[in-house]
């Protein structure tokens, strides 16, 4: 059978109705928006469904919190699936820890277009159109499979695909707050013959290629706590004959969280600082999609300016005046918390990296201008997920037997060790032997 082109949106952690969490002291208005901000979620989701005219939504998990009880999680969804199937999309559910197999058992008067998947019980299941097969669903269950393939890379690369595409699904589970390592995702990538992974929570935001297939998982379509950074939505993925799959983010999430560090220097003023901040905040990508921006602001420094913002009324009056100012679109409106940091008496010092980081200090830029291979260092610190686990994966590549107990052992290891103290280590390391003396570094760099 002729391999078809088609588009699908997939998208987890869609809680329905859910409360969002860690928002801080809000007034009415903003406490209205953020007791909607799931439901208009969701609303966007069906609305990126029907524009791009897909064939299927997939629901990987998480679609409502069955312990709420929430009525209006339950209507809203019922009218969504109702709108999809009107335009002749098929919804494909599979359960997750907080909206179980028996609670979507008790979901009454779905409509026909949705389809709950078992992983653990379920057959490939067929996903039609016009009375072919488009796409199939199958379960990737564990971290072997009957279904493991060797793979081989002359032959398969730059082919066109045959035969219906085929999607892996992994069960969700539950975890303890922390993301996974995405070494995990690689092996179960590894062994199932599957074009398309569906990547489930409590997984970030994350893509992982291997050759022609391709682990995605959108992360969760709402901010709902304050690891939840960045713009969240759900994912728009395309397949064609004869190229890569396309994941394309469709931000839907009207709230949005954003962790700011701002090195502040001994003669830094209260306008620059004010700059700094209004700077950062027009520069956000899909800015318009937020009604609740929540803005963590880590300063850390010294001298004067650093020592007036540590009085509550300084405080209150930057962020009044950076409300103010900012050129936010109607309706938008910003929560605010200040963590206030010494300047660090060496450098192994703890920092917040749960957002994208601005460094302001006239000196940090100096440096890093007049050194790109430190710039160039540090910006792929940045840029790691996980530090260890690209170790993990380095050495995995390299070992013919990848099921050997000790690598089971490291990986076990990895995802215990903190990320962030790992990539602050580095980047101290990193500035010590790359900005130790100007000569060195333009020796190296030549070379």
Known sequence: MAFEALKFIHAAGVLADHQVRDTGPCDDEVRRKLIDATLLSFERIVEACVDNEVDFLLLTGDTFD???????????L????????????????????????????????????????????????AIM????????????????????????????????????FRIGIIPPFASSGETPDESVVETWLSTHRVDYLAVPLPFARTTITRMEQIAHGPGPATSMTRSDCGPAGCSLVTVEARSSIATETIVTSPVR????????????????????MRGYIESLPALDRASVLILNWVLTGSGSLHESLQHEDAENELFELLETDSSLVDGQRMIHSLTLRPEPSSTTTERSDLGD?????????????????LTSF?????????????????????????????LSRLEALAG???QTAVAERSRALGTEWFDSSDDNAADFDGQ
């Open 129 to 164: 159109r016009n009375g072919n097969v488009l796409a199939t669903l199958q379960a990737c269950l564990g971290r072997s499979s009957d279904n493991a393939v060797q793979h081989d890379e002359s032959s398969s690369m730059g082919q066109s695909r045959i035969g219906p």
């Open 257 to 276: 969280r954003e962790t700011i560090n701002i090195t502040i220097g001994e003669t830094a003023t209260w306008d620059q600082l004010m700059s700094a």
């Open 416 to 418: 215990r060790v903190s």
């Open 66 to 76: 069955e312990a709420d009880r929430s009525l209006r999680a339950r209507v809203a």
């Open 78 to 125: 019922r009218e969504g699936f109702t709108c999809l199937e009107e335009v002749g999309i098929d919804v494909f559910v599979v359960s997750g820890p907080r909206d179980s197999q028996d609670a979507w058992a008790s979901f009454k008067d779905l409509p026909d277009n949705v389809s709950l998947f078992v992983p653990e019980v379920d057959e490939p299941t």
């Open 357 to 373: 980081e601005t460094e302001w200090n006239d000196d940090v830029h100096e440096r890093e201008d007049r050194n790109p291979l």
């Open 378 to 406: 540090l910006g792929r610190i940045d840029r790691e997920h996980s530090l260890s686990g690209n170790v993990v994966r380095r050495l995995e590549s390299n070992v013919e037997d990848s099921s050997s107990p000790w």
